[in-house]
């Protein structure tokens, strides 16, 4: 299932239109939540969780793994993505030095 279609499921859910959603996460018009639905577009990682919070859903559970990661990811993995996605930007050098320094390690021990 595609993140659009899972946005619409969720917003449909919770009993919300286009609108509602559109004016939750900050967008002027439904046409931008119509072409997230629709796979004409996808929603930053910005956005991304902007639209997990007003549906009540984790960003993980937004995300089509198949398509953004082309593999099957673990629901360990999942959870490691949505604390991801919820990272200051201001962090993300960060985060990354230390990603690379435990590959590294993970290298040296194999």
């Given at each position: 299932?595609?993140?659009?279609?899972?946005?619409?499921?969720?917003?449909?859910?919770?009993?919300?239109?286009?609108?509602?959603?559109?004016?939750a996460?900050?967008?002027?018009?439904?046409?931008?939540?119509?072409?997230?639905?629709?796979?004409?577009?996808?929603?930053?990682?910005?956005?991304?969780?902007?639209?997990?919070?007003?549906?009540?859903?984790?960003?993980?559970?937004?995300?089509?793994?198949?398509?953004?990661?082309?593999?099957?990811?673990?629901?360990?993995?999942?959870?490691?993505?949505?604390?991801?996605?919820?990272?200051?930007?201001?962090k993300?050098?960060?985060?990354?030095?230390?990603?690379?320094?435990?590959?590294?390690?993970?290298?040296?021990?194999?």
């Open positions: 299932m595609s993140v659009g279609e899972k946005v619409r499921m969720l917003r449909e859910k919770r009993e919300l239109s286009q609108s509602d959603l559109a004016k996460v900050g967008y002027k018009t439904r046409s931008s939540i119509a072409k997230i639905e629709s796979g004409s577009n996808n929603p930053s990682q910005k956005m991304l969780l902007k639209l997990a919070g007003a549906l009540d859903a984790s960003p993980a559970d937004l995300i089509d793994e198949k398509s953004y990661f082309a593999v099957e990811v673990s629901d360990k993995k999942k959870a490691i993505i949505n604390d991801v996605l919820q990272i200051p930007d201001g993300i050098d960060l985060l990354s030095s230390i990603v690379r320094s435990i590959l590294e390690d993970a290298r040296k021990e194999s």
